[in-house]
């Protein structure tokens, strides 16, 4: 089983999605208790943008090894892209939620969940044993914690740690953007996310981002590229959240 996730280990490094997961699959079925081949599976579904089948299998990494420092790494990430994903869905349904009570008790259901999310994340990124994670992951999960108990400066001097060890770390970057977008920190802003496309030109949410800031600052040949980069990559099915 440990040889057969580590050839799936390799497939995956070099982007072959598909033979990568067949051979990690086999080797849970080889050794149906090993926790890391359930994480690389997971983390298999996120690249794929299989949400639902990435909770289930990370699930199964930390019901048999409830250490498993990067099944709840990458659990914690899903969580907290929920989170966000939904906030800002409610922030843009806020006001009608107010036109019936309908829509209102609706609008309660949903923040209950979103609040989950928030919870779920939370416990995921601090029940980390960060000893097992690189320097660069350890400000990251620190970050993202003060992130969601609203302290943003602390956030922002975690992320800013993270981005200082590794300079394309794109989920750092990508919450550092928009951070510094918060604080009227356009053109940072704006560096953070072109920073990800370097490294990664198929990274929709970095486009989506960098585009609305465009927008507002009036450079709107710029926004129209980004926009038509949305596009494209979403019309070839890359995954809108993780990588």
Known sequence: ALEARNHGDHELIAE????????????????????DAYCLLGYTDMLQNNIEL?????????QKD???????YYRGQLYFALYTI??????????????????????ETRL????????????????????????ARNAYCTGIVAY????????IKELQKA?????????????????????GQVDMAIECFTRVLEDNKSDILAYYN???LYTGKGMFEEAIADYKKIEYFNAAGYPVIFL
């Open 16 to 35: 072959k999605l598909e033979p990568a997961r067949k051979i990690i699959w086999d080797s849970t079925r080889e050794d149906p208790s090993f926790a």
């Open 54 to 62: 990435a909770f289930v299998n990370l699930n199964k990494a930390v």
């Open 66 to 72: 409830e250490d498993n420092t990067l099944a709840h």
């Open 86 to 107: 939904g906030l800002d869905e409610l922030a843009s349904d806020e006001a009608e939620q107010k036109l019936s009570s309908k829509l209102a008790r609706e609008y």
């Open 112 to 135: 209950k969940t979103v609040e989950r999310f928030k919870a779920n994340a939370l416990a995921d990124f601090t029940g980390i044993r960060k000893n097992r994670l690189g320097s």
């Open 148 to 155: 969601l108990e609203n302290k943003p400066d602390a956030a």
């Open 163 to 183: 981005v200082r060890t590794n300079p394309y770390y794109p989920e750092a970057l990508l919450v550092l953007g928009v951070l510094y977008e918060r604080n």
């Open 210 to 212: 960098r585009a609305n």
